[in-house]
């Protein structure tokens, strides 16, 4: 089938290169041409396992094609997939506005029938709107459907989920759109949901707004644990055995973050109260997010007493391993926060040093190695939890710090260990 993708963040490429990958003739179009060009010299705009060998592969098949208009993207593919962002707006509602001009875009350039598909993430009822603006500006008598296939791959694990995901939710509203959406995945052999329209956005909500609340009711028990001396760890293991609890997302630490579940929380809270119910829970979800960076800030100077003139070293700057993502990043902002308090920070990640730069400024070193990075620290705090981070010659770190204090943020290292290499060890709800 021939598919257009009109956006190639994150998701898009993603979706545009498994789409291909299954056997799909697909287009990716952006208003980003620099990014295009980049995809044509077979070169990555983002850092994601496995992706530039796939889209290599499928490329080189002749199913992935980059670059045209919106309007070449509506030309080619039966099914237009919407890819683009939807940040925040400083209400904390979600900015449909992208959504709309690549709406607008498409009824422009509407002749034969099309599928247009929401994957973006935008809150109930957007549908209704992308319907009706592709109906008041394409050519009369044009013929469209309008569906929602919400997304759910996690960046780090992208082409994994997207190949072989949980679920395929389709939200439609016509016989038609099933059945051209089923045919679209039918080669993944996933289970698939159909549903209405408007549960389809509400899934995708609802889901993300579920797991950034389980990240943030662990925070909480941390915060209970560190108070009466008990090891978080424990209760996360103890809980996650009960089948209906589940062992995922009861990781303590610095919070969640990244570009999907700050904005997706705030706009879940932002559309409920639109529709007239005060979501108060996620409005605390989002309070102890933020409460679990701040204590984490309360540590370093516990461990530091006065910050103004210490040398910190920062151990991740992505907002979880196997990404360059930066975007609300947990470890991004403790740096600057401890920055701004006249700390001299010195950052490592294995792979989000430049994306961070871009973000930091000048104030912030941006080292080549975490031994680099730890040289003559007065501590080090681990920010997000890179495997490599694991595996460190720890010893030979110690040696090369000025004080030997860690800050695990991540829960990431073995505290016995830590504290046998003889390093002042303190990690998230951990005696
Ligand atoms: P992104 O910023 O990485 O990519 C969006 C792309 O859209 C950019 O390349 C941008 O240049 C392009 N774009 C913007 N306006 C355009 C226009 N008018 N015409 C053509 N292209 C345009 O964003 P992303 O992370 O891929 O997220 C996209 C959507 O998917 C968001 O709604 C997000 O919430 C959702 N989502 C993201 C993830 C994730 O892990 N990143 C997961 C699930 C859902």
Redesign the pocket.
Known sequence: MNVSI????????VTGACLAERGHRVLC????EK?IRFLRAGRM??YEPGLEALVRRVRKAGRLHFGGT?ADAVAFGKVVFI????PPTPSGG?DLS?VE??SR?IARALEDYRLVVE????PVRTGEHVRRVLAKYARKGAAFDVASN??????GA?IEDTLHPDRIVLGVETRRAEMILRELYRPFRAPILVTDLKSAELI?HASNSFLALKISYINAIAEICERAGASVTEVARGMGLDRRIGPEFLRAGLGYG???FP??VAAFEAISRELGYHFRLLREVRRINAEARDRFVRKVEEELWIVRGKTIAALGLSFKPDTD?V?ESPAVDVVRRLAAKGARLRAYDPRAGEPARELLGGGVTICGSALEACTGADCALLLTEWEEFRRLDWARIRRVMAHPTVLDGRNALDPVRMRELGFTYRSVGRP
């Open positions: 009109i956006g190639t963040g994150h998701v898009g490429l179009v952006d208003s980003d990014k705009p983002i919106n890819c683009v962002p939807t979600a992208y001009g690549v875009d994957k973006s993430t935008v919400p997304e759910f791959l996690r960046e992208a995708k990244g570009s999907c904005k997706d993502d975007r």
